[in-house]
Nanobody
Framework: QVQLVESGGGLVQPGKSLRLSCAASDGILDRYNIAWFRQAPGKEREGVSCINSSNGGNSVYADSVKGRFTISVDKTKNTVYLQMTSLNPEDTAVYYC????????????????????WGKGTLVTVSS
């Protein structure tokens, strides 16, 4: 079974940092790309970042987070990370990881080349 489990969310003050984790079942990171998405209440889902964990580890970012967020993979732990710095209230959302066929940026956004495998999400709240 394909399993993705997000963790690491919580309450953080503006300007601070937080690292999210996406634990994947065995073999997944050797076969698929992993992407991070987020969705705030009343807003559309937004692609944040994507990494080619199965092929070289190249990564892409949406303009909204570029320079602040870093995606990485540790295959020994079957985990993809999203390190977030300089957080602001606009980053408040439920963050999800998902399988993806491709990692690209189109008009400053990371699209989802749909694979219906998602974790349950982890909530990040940026507030004073």
């Amino acid at each position: 079974q394909v399993q993705l489990v997000e963790s690491g969310g919580g309450l953080v003050q503006p300007g601070k940092s937080l690292r999210l984790s996406c634990a994947a079942s065995d073999g997944i990171l050797d076969r698929y790309n992993i992407a991070w998405f987020r969705q705030a209440p009343g807003k559309e889902r937004e692609g944040v970042s994507c990494i080619n964990s199965s092929n070289g580890g190249n990564s892409v970012y949406a303009d909204s987070v570029k320079g602040r967020f870093t995606i990485s993979v540790d295959k020994t732990k079957n985990t993809v990370y999203l390190q977030m710095t300089s957080l602001n209230p606009e980053d408040t959302a439920v963050y999800y990881c998902a399988l993806d066929h491709f990692c690209t940026v189109v008009d400053g956004k990371v699209p989802h080349y749909g694979m219906d495998h998602w974790g349950k999400g982890t909530l990040v709240t940026v507030s004073s």
